[in-house]
C-alpha cells in the first residue's frame, strides 16, 4: 500500500534552517510529484512548491522563493524540503503529500511533521 | 483578501444533506476543472474527498459529490453521519501554483 512516512517533530530558533524527509513506498517513486504542504495552528494549508522525482525539477510557491529548497533522493525513495532563516510564523506542520497526475490530486499524505519555532 | 472564499461554519442533523461552497474571488480560480475537497480530523492530515471538481477517489463513500458553477464550487454531503463531523478545505490552481480555502467547520 501507498505510504509516505515523514521525519519527527523538530524544535527550531528563529533564524535556523529545517529540513524534512518523507519517505515513500508502495509506488513507483519517480512517478508521482511530491508536494509541500503547510499548516499553521488553526489555519488554512498553505502550498510551498513540488518536486519532480523523475528529474528532480521544482517549483516554489512565491512567498517561499529563496528560502525553501525542495530535493530528492531516488535510491531510498525519499523527497526532502529544507527551509531556511525561520522565523516565529513558520511554526507549522508540514506535510508531504502524492499528486497523482497534474490536476491537483492529492491523495496520500504523510503524516505531517510539527516545527515549532521559538526562541 | 483569500483567492478561494469558504463559510466558516455549517452544521446539520444526522441524515440530513450539506453543501459548503467555494468561491473564487477571480475568474482565474476555479475556473479550470482542478478543484479538490479535503476532509481533516483534529490532528490528522487532509484525505482527499473529491478531484477534478466531481470525481472520487476510491474508497469515499457515494455519499460525498461536487459541483461547479461558474466560479463556485460545491461540496455535497448527503446521509450525514457523525464521523462526517471535520473540517472541509477545498483547493485550486491559481497562477502556477496551488491555493486552499480558508476551511469550513462541519458540525454534527
Known amino acids: 500500500q501507498v505510504q509516505l512516512v515523514q521525519s519527527g517533530a523538530e524544535v527550531k530558533m528563529p533564524g535556523a534552517s529545517v529540513k524534512v524527509s518523507c519517505k515513500a513506498s508502495g509506488y513507483t517513486f519517480r512517478d508521482y510529484y511530491i508536494h509541500w504542504v503547510r499548516q499553521a495552528p488553526g489555519q488554512r494549508p498553505e502550498w510551498l512548491g513540488w518536486?519532480?522525482?523523475?528529474?528532480?525539477?521544482?517549483k516554489y510557491a512565491q512567498m517561499f522563493q529563496g528560502r525553501v529548497s525542495l530535493t530528492r533522493d531516488t535510491s531510498i525513495t525519499t523527497a526532502y524540503m529544507e527551509l531556511s532563516s525561520l522565523r516565529s510564523d513558520d511554526t507549522a506542520i508540514y506535510y508531504c503529500?502524492?499528486?497523482?497526475?497534474?490536476?491537483?490530486?492529492?491523495?496520500?499524505w504523510g503524516q505531517g511533521t510539527l516545527v515549532p519555532v521559538s526562541s | 483578501q483569500s483567492a478561494l472564499t469558504q463559510p466558516a461554519s455549517v452544521s446539520g442533523s444526522p441524515g440530513q444533506s450539506i453543501t459548503i461552497s467555494c468561491t473564487g474571488i477571480s475568474s482565474d480560480v476555479v475556473t479550470y476543472n482542478f478543484v479538490s475537497w479535503y476532509q481533516q480530523h483534529p490532528g490528522k492530515a487532509p484525505k482527499l474527498m473529491i478531484y477534478e471538481v466531481s470525481n472520487r477517489p476510491s474508497g469515499v463513500s457515494y455519499r460525498f459529490s461536487g459541483s461547479k458553477s461558474g466560479n463556485t464550487a460545491s461540496l455535497t454531503i448527503s446521509g450525514l453521519q457523525a464521523e462526517d463531523e471535520a473540517d472541509y478545505y477545498c483547493?485550486?490552481?491559481?497562477?502556477?501554483?496551488?491555493?486552499f480555502g480558508g476551511g469550513t467547520k462541519l458540525t454534527v
Open positions: 503529500t502524492r499528486e497523482d497526475g497534474h490536476s491537483g490530486k492529492f491523495d496520500y
Open positions: 518536486i519532480d522525482p523523475s528529474g528532480g525539477g521544482t
Open positions: 483547493s485550486s490552481p491559481l497562477y502556477n501554483s496551488w491555493v
